[in-house]
């Protein structure tokens, strides 16, 4: 069974810090990995995906994520924050042999501090 | 411009009182799928089609119908809303069934059920 945890509902950091937003999953088979974007009053914008090439993956906006099989883990990263990055971000876990099915995170808010 | 375009975008309206929330795609894509977002849960997905005339329930269907009667098409249909239906929708799309491509979001509705 697939699942993803996103061990941070809300997430506080200042402009030009680095951002951390951490994300766990479960799968019992090769997952992808995505994490999207939500603005307010949005959808939802891909940020990155892994889908098992390498293991660090970059993304728009200069966000990365590091795909970490011993840790089960898809950590997003940024090294500087900015403040249009303030928005709440999903981390979502797919199978490729179930390829209907997509599992949500329940979502981290990253509220940028001037 | 590649879009997934629904409407309406905000509703607020009776419990009982049918509606439907429309869902169409320029991209000519096969797979398209209804979530709902609510706090603290992430999207749940509701229903799902991987072809013309080929829908199946996702994780939360109960309250709701879909159909698929032509590609660009997925209309959601609640054919007696009740409050706990209050919820804001998405209606994402892919290329086909395969869970390694991203979907592509519209912009949500924000269904309020009184």
């Known amino acids: 069974a697939q699942s993803v945890t996103q061990l941070d509902s809300h997430v506080s950091v200042s402009e030009g810090t680095p951002v951390l937003l951490r994300c766990n999953y479960s799968?019992?088979?090769?997952?992808?990995l995505f994490w999207y974007v939500q603005h307010p009053n949005k959808g939802l914008q891909l940020l990155l995906k892994?889908?098992?090439?390498?293991?660090l993956v970059k993304g728009i906006n200069g966000f990365e994520a590091e795909f970490k099989k011993s840790e089960t883990s898809f950590h997003l990263t940024k090294p500087s924050a900015h403040m249009s990055d303030a928005a709440e971000y999903f981390c979502?876990?797919?199978?490729?042999?179930?390829?209907?099915?997509?599992?949500f995170g329940s979502g981290t808010k990253l509220n940028v501090k001037p | 411009e590649a879009q997934v375009t629904q409407n309406p975008r905000y509703l607020i309206t009776v419990t009982g009182k049918k509606l439907t929330v429309t869902c169409s795609q320029n991209m000519n894509h096969e797979y398209m799928s209804w979530y709902r977002q609510d706090p603290g849960l992430g999207l749940r997905q509701i229903y799902y089609s991987m072809n013309v005339e080929v829908t199946d329930k996702g994780d939360v269907p109960e309250g709701y119908k879909v159909s698929r009667k032509e590609k660009r098409n997925f209309p959601l249909i609640l054919e007696s809303p009740s409050p706990n239906q209050t919820s804001l929708y998405f209606c994402a799309t892919l290329p086909d069934g395969n869970s390694n491509q991203p979907q592509h979001f519209g912009d949500g509705t924000r269904l309020s059920i009184l």
């Open positions: 799968s019992s088979y090769s997952p992808s």
């Open positions: 892994y889908t098992s090439a390498a293991t």
């Open positions: 979502v876990v797919s199978a490729l042999y179930n390829f209907n099915k997509f599992y």
